[in-house]
């Protein structure tokens, strides 16, 4: 009996060590849209990401941070199909927004797994703060986290509503990189959920 608690008090080491420090990034598996139909009919909208994640030199990195901002602009566009986006580049986060138009801005905070508590090693943070509790030891840890900043500034108002949105997914490590993947698509669709509900209640005339 104490050699197999030592056994399995040394493979949780083991598996510790494989993981320790690495933070591992896949692109998002294509989440089917729910779309707004006749909503935003043919607003102009300025949309422009950042992202604002800060990767360790030794992640897993098999989705770039171009394709991770390209996949959510389409998901956006997919779930707004009659609104006109016009998509800006990401140097343009920090311009001030055009007058009579609408402008979002989004900063991807977290979009990463980690084993453990080393999940919290690439969050970056722009125009707010996250409470993001208390990481679970022993288990894949998945977040995806954003800041999203909206102006309306139509027919000369000056409204500019900011929200946080942080999901947090864990599990054991039953299936190693396929539980990381499955955790950080299911914190990936619920921060979206979220996301865009809150773009529903902003916009909503």
């Known amino acids: 009996m104490k050699k197999i608690v030592g056994l399995i008090f040394l493979m949780s080491i083991f598996t510790s060590n494989i993981y320790s420090q690495k933070l591992y990034v896949w692109c998002q598996k294509e989440q089917i849209p729910t779309p707004r139909k006749n909503f935003l009919q043919n607003q102009e909208i300025d949309l422009v990401l950042f992202d604002s994640r800060t990767m360790t030199d030794n992640s897993k990195i098999e989705c770039s941070s171009e394709e991770v901002v390209r996949n959510l602009i389409d998901l956006i566009k997919d779930t707004y199909p009659d609104a006109n986006f016009n998509v800006l580049e990401s140097d343009k986060f920090y311009q001030n927004p055009e007058p009579n138009k609408i402008t979002i801005k989004i900063a991807i905070s977290a979009f990463q797994a980690a084993f453990g508590a080393d999940v919290k090693i690439g969050i970056g943070n722009i125009g707010g703060s996250f409470a993001w509790g208390v990481f679970p030891e022993g288990k894949w840890n ?13 027919n000369g108002n000056k409204n500019k509503i900011t929200e946080q949105f942080g999901k ?3 599990r054991p490590n039953t299936g190693g990189y396929r539980t990381a993947k499955n955790m950080l698509n299911k914190s990936y669709i619920e921060a ?13 005339e």
């Open 168 to 170: 947090i997914a864990s």
């Open 142 to 154: 998945a977040i995806t986290g954003y800041s999203v900043m909206i102006y309306n500034y139509k």
């Open 192 to 204: 979206n959920q979220e996301m865009f509900s809150f773009i529903d209640r902003t916009l909503m």
